[in-house]
């Protein structure tokens, strides 16, 4: 006589329709319900399905070159007028001038030293800046300009004495490098900050130097000048 079976278990094998293979129905251990395989679309059992997957095709950029081109346009006309605007209007590329006469009657006012100021510059010399000043040990004038080419020069008066003033405005590598005569005096060549070179005129009463970047025709123009 079999032993009596649950009330509740189901056979593991399950009759298909007519005309259909029965499935093997996987069981559970005893004791436990069985295990229900679901069903494919097409009838069969589910499993790992053979058929791969469409492949995603990478978003394609909506701007084209052409786009970004206009784009990028749009951007520098606006710069480009700006720029003209800046440069032929206001005057951008141009230094700004000063008169340095009042420094000049300041410095002459003073009577400290006797006051040069350059004659016979050319059209292409500009003065930018001026200034007059009392220092430490006596008084300086002051006078930049903007030669031909574009580059700065100074122009330095002092009755500093020229063992103080030397070493402070040409620091201390400045070094002599031989007398040269402009205009009926004779002037000393020198090395000085960077890539400047200096010439220097020493007085009793004060000294004068020439000073910047400039080509050493240039600097040899202003220090002739100087009367």
Do not use: C, H
Request: charged share 20%.
């Amino acid at each position: 006589m079999e032993p009596a079976q649950p009330a509740d278990r189901v056979p593991a094998d399950r009759t298909p329709p007519d005309g259909q293979p029965p499935v093997d129905v996987p069981t559970a251990p005893d004791g436990q319900p069985p295990v229900d395989v679901p069903a494919a679309p097409d009838g069969g059992p589910a499993g790992n399905d053979p058929t791969p997957p469409p492949p995603v095709k990478a978003a394609k950029s909506e701007r084209s070159p052409k786009d970004m081109a206009i784009s990028l346009l749009v951007l520098l006309i606006p710069i480009a007028l700006l720029l003209a605007f800046y440069r032929g209007f206001l005057g951008g590329d141009q230094a700004t001038t000063v008169d340095p006469a009042p420094a000049i009657e300041q410095a002459r006012a003073a009577n400290t030293f006797p006051v040069s100021q350059p004659q016979g510059l050319g059209s292409g010399w500009s003065t930018v800046s001026a200034r007059y000043q009392t220092v430490e040990g006596g008084a300086n004038l002051r006078i930049g300009y903007l030669t031909p080419e574009g580059r700065g020069v100074q122009l330095l008066q002092s009755s500093v004495p020229a063992e103080r003033l030397l070493p402070a405005e040409l620091t201390d590598q400045g070094q002599p490098q031989g007398p040269t005569e402009l205009a009926g005096r004779t002037w000393q060549l020198y090395t000085a900050r960077g890539n400047q070179q200096a010439l220097v005129l020493l007085e009793p009463t004060r000294t004068v130097i020439v000073i910047g970047d400039a080509r050493d025709n240039e600097l040899r123009e202003l220090a002739g000048a100087v009367r």
